[in-house]
Structures are given as C-alpha cells and as structure tokens.
C-alpha cells in the first residue's frame, strides 16, 4: 500500500501546488496517504517514499533515477501537472503501482 507519495520538480513550487490538489482529492475518498513536494535536489532525503513523481520539467531525469531508487519513479502527465489535476495524478499513479483507489 502506498504511504508516501514524493513529488519533485525544479524548485517545489509548482508541485506543491499539485499536492495540495492531490491531499484534497485523497480526503474525500479517506486515504492515508502523505503527499509531499521537494525541489529535485531534496530527493535524496526522502529515501522513505513509496513513488516519485517527476514534474514534466524534470522528466528527463527519469532514467537516471529509475536507475538510481528502490521505487517506482513516474512523469506526471504534462496536461495534467498544468491544469493542477490532482485527483487524476493520484488516480493515476495509484493504478500504476498496482492500488486503485479513486
């Protein structure tokens, strides 16, 4: 079961945003789940995650820290990073890593 969902982007900002969006969308269907943003460079102190989302300005670091982390590693949709669609992006990364949910 995912506990921890990581989101890193340039900066923080703009995915901080995003989790807002997205801890709103998991309140409504009750999940525990912790959703945080970092900037790209804080990655490394959240090895207790159990998903990284990469911010599409990210993205190309995908393979690198695919290679690199014990978890699954994932793009968020750029339509959906930019129209702030966390219900989508935690649906989403939920079915990829097998849970459902919303």
Known sequence: MVKKILLACSGGFSTSMLVQKMVEAA???NMDIEIIAVAEENIENHLDSDVLLLGPQIGHKLEDLTKEL???VFVINMADYGLM???????????KVNIGGI
């Open 27 to 29: 309140e409504k269907k």
């Open 85 to 95: 669609n966390g219900e989508k992006v935690l649906k989403e990364t939920l079915e």
């Open 70 to 72: 014990e978890f699954p």
